[in-house]
């Protein structure tokens, strides 16, 4: 037993200064604290030879209850596919003189066969043969590693698994779509795949918190998976969604699959915790390979489907068909959208002026900065030809954060100049787009009294809070705000109470045929009236005559804003120009 227990010990060299080498006792303590047991078996008469901690590491009774090979195989695992016996005697090599090395892994039932623990072990030695070439003996090393097998496999299981639902992880569920992808192609079957999302997700996280959402959407996915036939696969899409691939499905079966779903989680509340909650799904479906011939394409498709499913409500299901028309349009939204990124690049997006005017002179108080898009052909287009589509795209950012630099540059170029900007709902909660004015007014501090920010209402519905905050911040450094599109969200009144606004912007839906409509009158005067109570400037946006200036200065507005007193122009100018003929909206 000495090769393998002590050999080490014995042939390292002693190091100055430092404790002498811990004797037998010891080195089994600290055998033991790593679970292992070195041992030498002598193989012509099956005595196997412990370390002295062998029962305490292996919870036997002694040594002597593992002392032949025999005996210690006898507590093996039926299950496991090799043993020491194998790996020494059934082996390949043959001993040159220096051993033969191995190195298995096996399960050893301590307690006897059929009994609950269960150890797992590595055992790592070298045999030496005898005089006829044959094994002798063997000395090695057995380690408990029950912590490392636990660890691999739980990294195995996540490999290929959801840690909470259980099922196949995103990677795994989109490997196996593409095989069945494969198949239906070439075996000329129809499947199906669908992303099922629950809806009201983040309301859900609100209201319970996080962990009982999460069991909220594992309960909602173990609804769907009892009603799934063999052969058919579930999976993690993303954080509220699932992937269901169905076998051998036609588009009858999908829609008959969907409903069985919807009602899975309809018919009755999902308990988690404490909490009792009540959950629809929205259902997006492909037909494939009909619909899809790569996972890529199939992903995409099934999320457009979802998208459409959930624009008509929750709890539906929509299969994807082909539609030129939304075809066309997505070729248009792409061209348009690498337009935007080029004008960006090459500063082909230019800022026009409009000016705001006093009701009474006809003076211009400001200008409001408005974004225009130059083509090659040397026209421009309104902001709202693609202001929309930024925002889906998440481009606004982007062009905010031009608009801002834009601006800044006309004010530091045009001492004269007072400019107003708008910022889009994403950016009211843009901290960068915060730190971009902020380092702007601490370079040049007079920039700031000549700097309107106009936040629309809409804009400050999605996050009052949120609005607050980014106003408060805005005032700090010096710059007046205002309301654009007031009287938009029909909440104005709330707002005015709550944000500390320097001044509000009609929206023009209720100026642009004011001398016409009464409920119009009605509604402007009453935003006129409540904003004066606040002190707040008024602006009426749109104002195409002088019959709507008349009614809107007996309201007390204070400024106009539209055809009437000047369009937008590529160029800044203190005077207002007059336009003869009126347009519909002057942004």
Not at 56 to 85: C, K, Q, W, Y
Not at 224 to 240: F, P, V
Not at 402 to 417: F, G, I, Q
């Amino acid at each position: 037993m000495s090769d393998a227990r002590h050999g080490a010990a014995e042939t390292a060299p002693a190091i100055s200064g430092r404790a002498s080498r811990p004797g037998p006792a010891e080195t089994d303590e600290i055998l033991t604290a790593v679970g292992e047991v070195v041992y030498e078996w002598t193989i012509a008469d099956d005595t196997v030879h412990w370390g002295a901690n062998a029962p305490e590491v292996f919870g036997v009774t002694s040594p002597e209850a593992i002392g032949s090979g025999r005996a210690f195989a006898m507590l093996l695992d039926p299950a496991n596919l090799t043993s020491r016996h194998d790996a020494v005697l059934n082996g390949t090599s043959g001993d040159q003189g220096e051993g033969v090395a191995y190195e298995i892994q096996y399960t050893l039932m301590p307690d006897g066969a059929g009994s609950a623990r269960r150890l797992i072990v590595e055992d790592t030695g070298r045999w030496y043969a005898d005089g006829s070439g044959r094994p002798g003996r063997a000395c090695g090393v057995v380690r408990v590693i029950n912590e490392r097998h636990e660890r691999e496999q739980r990294l195995a299981f996540l490999s290929r698994y959801d840690d909470l639902t259980g099922y196949f992880n995103r990677q795994h569920l989109l490997v196996t779509l593409g095989e069945a992808l494969n198949n239906a192609k070439r075996l000329r079957t129809s499947i199906a795949f669908m992303i099922v999302a629950v809806d009201n997700f983040r309301a859900i996280n609100e209201a319970y918190g996080f962990e009982t959402a999460d069991l909220v959407f594992a309960a909602a996915a173990r609804r769907i998976k009892t009603q799934l036939r063999d052969g058919d696969a579930i999976g993690r899409y993303s954080g509220n969604k699932l992937g269901i691939l169905l076998m051998n499905c036609d588009d009858d079966d999908m829609h008959a699959a969907a409903e069985r779903f919807h009602a899975a989680i309809r018919n009755g509340v999902i308990t988690a915790e404490e909490s009792s909650v009540a959950v629809t799904v929205s259902i997006g479906g492909v037909g494939l390979p009909r619909y899809g011939r790569t996972v890529n394409e199939v992903l995409a498709r099934a999320q457009e489907s979802l998208h459409r499913a959930r624009a008509r409500g929750n709890g539906r299901f929509v299969a994807y068909a082909p539609s030129p028309s939304r075809q066309a349009r997505r070729r248009g939204n792409a061209a348009l959208s690498s337009e935007m990124v080029a004008a960006i690049e090459t500063k082909r997006l230019r800022l026009f002026f409009q000016p705001v005017v006093d009701i009474a002179t006809r003076v211009p108080k400001f200008h409001e900065g408005l974004l225009r898009l130059e083509h090659a052909n040397g026209t421009f287009a309104p902001a709202t030809d693609f202001i929309e589509l930024c925002e889906q795209l998440g481009l606004i950012r982007l062009i905010d954060n031009y608009t801002l630099d834009r601006t800044l540059e006309t004010l530091e170029a045009t001492p004269a100049a007072r400019l107003s900007l708008n910022v889009s709902g994403e950016t009211v909660g843009d901290a960068e787009w915060l730190s971009r004015l902020a380092a702007a007014v601490a370079r040049r501090p007079d920039l700031a009294g000549r700097l309107i920010v106009e936040i629309t209402e809409t804009a400050v519905i999605r996050n009052l809070e949120e609005a607050s905050h980014f106003i408060a911040t805005i005032h700090d450094l010096g710059c007046p705000v205002a309301i654009d599109d007031f009287g938009a969200g029909f909440s104005s009144f709330r707002h005015l109470r709550t944000l500390d606004v320097d001044m509000v912007k009609i929206a023009g839906a209720f100026i642009e045929n004011l001398p016409r409509s009464p409920d119009d009158q009605a509604f402007v005067k009453a935003l006129t009236e409540l904003a004066r109570t606040f002190d707040i400037e008024i602006v009426a946006e749109w104002v195409q005559d002088e019959e709507a200036a008349a009614l809107l200065a007996g309201f007390g507005v204070h400024m106009l804003q539209g055809a009437l007193t000047g369009m937008a122009s590529p160029q800044w100018s203190l005077t207002a120009p007059r336009i003869a003929a009126p347009a519909r909206k002057a942004g």
